[in-house]
């Protein structure tokens, strides 16, 4: 699989300039991962994005690590435990809201090459 770049969406970067001047903190809330094939979608289309199509799986982040005043690293796992039916993963998708606001779309990270995501079968797949 490979990802390219994550784009803020329009939502994401107007919560993210918020919280420079400490009107807002961001809560990052969950991810989902989409069927959709977005990298061939411009650039200015994914930043108004407001939801993904095709979502196959939502989690919650299982870690956020803030490396540097303007980077954060955010871990998001897909357990093939909670899959049901096989897709391939194009894109990934993260929500945040404002401390006391409404979820957002804040970020959509599409993949030129998508990773198969098999059907857990009882058995063979990790945990």
């Known amino acids: 699989m490979q990802f390219d770049t994550t784009y803020l969406t329009e939502a994401g970067r107007s919560l993210a300039t918020g919280t420079l001047g400490g009107l807002d903190k961001i809560q990052f809330t969950r991810a ?20 993904l199509e095709d979502v196959q799986q939502t989690v919650n982040y299982s870690r956020i690590i803030k490396k540097d005043d303007t980077t ?14 096989a897709y391939s993963l194009y894109t990934v ?10 979820e957002i779309l ?11 995501i098999a059907a857990y079968d009882g058995k063979s797949n990790l945990k």
Request: glycine letters at 6%.
């Open 93 to 102: 998708g993260f929500y945040a809201r404002p401390e006391n606001g409404d």
């Open 32 to 51: 989902v991962a989409s069927s959709h094939d977005y990298s061939a979608t411009p650039v200015n289309d994914l930043k108004k994005l407001t939801s």
């Open 106 to 116: 804040y970020g959509v990270l599409p993949s030129s090459l998508p990773d198969y």
């Open 72 to 85: 954060l690293t955010m871990r998001v796992d897909f357990p093939s435990k909670d899959v049901t039916m």
